[in-house]
């Protein structure tokens, strides 16, 4: 044994001292109850950075002026409160851990464990002193690690200390997601917010935390500060955190998924309730197959298919399409660019009848499945009102020869808008009587277009005449409206 030189010992007590030493791994520090430093084994002096006895100290005093020791919250010790200092003074302290460096270094190098023992033969005052010592820094730079990750971590999550359970530590994302603040949750227990309470399997979740086992992942009703409770999925993990059996609740926050479910529900129930009481008719039909799903009831009205007749059915089989190749030209429009806007077409009702529609049709997402609504304007009245407009106009100009090619093209747009059959008439004109008709668009007389073109106003006359009879009119100013409309 390696000693400074200390006061006389008994027999007794280097006896109760080789005892203690024998066999130990822990570090040893001997001090006499004067203050003077007795003895350190080789552990002690491997954690305190130093090969031999004398660099410790010969005194107590020596060794806080060589040494700094701070509590784990990095608080300095003051002299008094020295592991050493306490021990001299007759105070206990089974379990204290200190960081400790050698002194003008601000960080620590090493975390001992330091526990107090008395010696004596006689039952009175003791006559040896000792520090034992533990080299915890491995375990507790672990567990700073570990701290520092679950600090960091975005995803919620709180430790419960399972022979209490109360609350050891809840990371910045738990906080978060409560409300609460870190005060209110440290040190309470589940009894005080219960975070298993919600749970779906909350009986299955409380067992398997009494067992100290793995809780598996379950949908639970979070407690916050607020009050509402948040939707969450819940699971826990069994770790060691400072030696004592912990469990790791973790939280993924499905509120946000709930709101967004719940704002789809209502959006579709919206959506129902509009499809119903439409008074334009509708279908839905299924994107993939075309089997018509549901149908208005102002389908029906128009039609006189009810939608508990047609639903199931392929809609191009439905005998409503006036004409096939309209209907697959339709089709592969939809299939091609999902939906029109305002297609002219003609629908049969149940007895054959045509009925004039406007159709539009978009693809939606109903119920998770792919679909598409198809909006039916029927415009057959209106078209009736416009052609019996078109009759009366032509009866009133039936006469008038000079009236505009132009209006009766659009009247007979009016007759048949799908354009199978309107008036399309070219004119063939000569060069010299494309010149005329653009200066009877500007307004000139013959004896100006003449001049203009280097004629006899005969022959302007002459192509002035063949001009009206190849476009159809018999007086100048039907003549200037036709040459306008062109562009002449």
């Known amino acids: 044994m390696n000693a400074l030189t200390p006061p006389a010992l008994s027999e007794a007590t280097l006896g109760h001292l080789r005892q203690l030493v024998d066999g130990l791994s822990a570090g040893v520090i001997l001090v006499h109850p004067s203050g003077t430093i007795l003895w350190a084994n080789p552990a002690a002096l491997a954690m305190h950075g130093v090969t031999a006895p ?4 010969a005194t107590a ?19 008094r409160e020295y592991p050493i200092m306490r021990l001299l003074a007759g105070e206990s302290f089974p379990d204290l851990v200190v960081e400790v460096a050698p002194l003008g270094q601000n960080e620590p190098r090493w975390v001992h464990h330091v526990r107090d023992v008395q010696m004596d033969d006689d039952g009175g005052e003791p006559d040896c002193l000792a520090l034992v010592i533990q080299d915890v820094s491995d375990r507790f730079e672990a567990e700073d690690r570990f701290d520092a990750m679950f600090g960091a971590n975005p ?10 359970h109360r609350y050891i530590k809840a990371n910045r994302g738990f906080l978060e ?20 309470d919600g749970a779906e399997r909350a009986g299955l979740a409380k067992r398997k935390l009494e067992a100290g086992e793995t809780i598996p992942q379950m949908e639970a009703e979070l407690p916050t500060a607020a009050g509402p409770t948040r939707l969450v999925i819940l699971a826990g993990q069994p770790i060691e955190l400072a030696d004592q059996p912990c469990m790791l609740l973790t939280f993924a926050d499905l509120e946000p998924r709930r709101r967004a479910e719940q704002a789809l529900k209502r959006s579709e129930e919206h959506f129902e309730a509009v499809f119903r009481m439409a008074p334009v008719p509708m279908l839905i039909t299924e994107a993939a197959s075309g089997r018509i799903v549901d149908a208005n009831d102002a389908f029906g009205r128009m039609t006189a298919f009810p939608a508990g007749t047609v639903s ?13 190749a309209e209907r697959d030209a339709i089709l592969r429009e939809i299939g091609s660019r999902g939906g029109l806007r305002g297609r002219d077409m003609r629908l049969l009702d149940r007895q054959g009848r045509a009925i004039d529609c406007l159709l539009s049709a978009e693809r939606i997402c109903r119920h998770g499945t792919e679909c598409v609504v198809w909006l039916f304007q029927d415009i057959t009245a209106r078209r009736h009102s416009e052609l019996e407009l078109a009759d009366a106009m032509e009866a009133v100009m039936k006469d008038a020869s000079w009236f505009s090619r132009t209006v009766m ?10 354009g199978t059959g309107a008036i399309q008439t070219p004119v063939d004109l000569s060069v010299r009587e494309k010149d005329v008709a653009h200066l009877i668009g500007e307004g000139l007389d013959d004896g100006a277009i003449a001049e203009r073109l280097g004629l006899s106003r005969n022959t302007v006359r002459n192509h002035v005449a063949r001009l009206y009879g190849k476009i159809g009119v018999n007086k100048r100013s039907a003549a200037v409206v036709w040459a306008r409309e062109r562009g002449y």
């Open 54 to 57: 004398e660099e410790i100290g």
């Open 312 to 324: 199931g059915e392929p809609l191009a089989e439905l005998p409503v399409w006036g004409d096939a």
């Open 177 to 196: 997601l409560s409300g609460f603040s870190r005060d209110a949750v440290i040190g309470r227990s589940l009894l005080d917010i219960g975070v298993l």
């Open 61 to 79: 005093d020596d060794y806080c002026q060589r040494f700094c020791l701070r509590y784990r919250n990095h608080h300095r010790l003051p002299r």
């Open 409 to 418: 093209e659009k009247l007979a747009e009016l007759r048949n808008p799908r």
């Open 155 to 164: 995803a919620p999550a709180l430790i419960v200390r399972l022979s209490d």
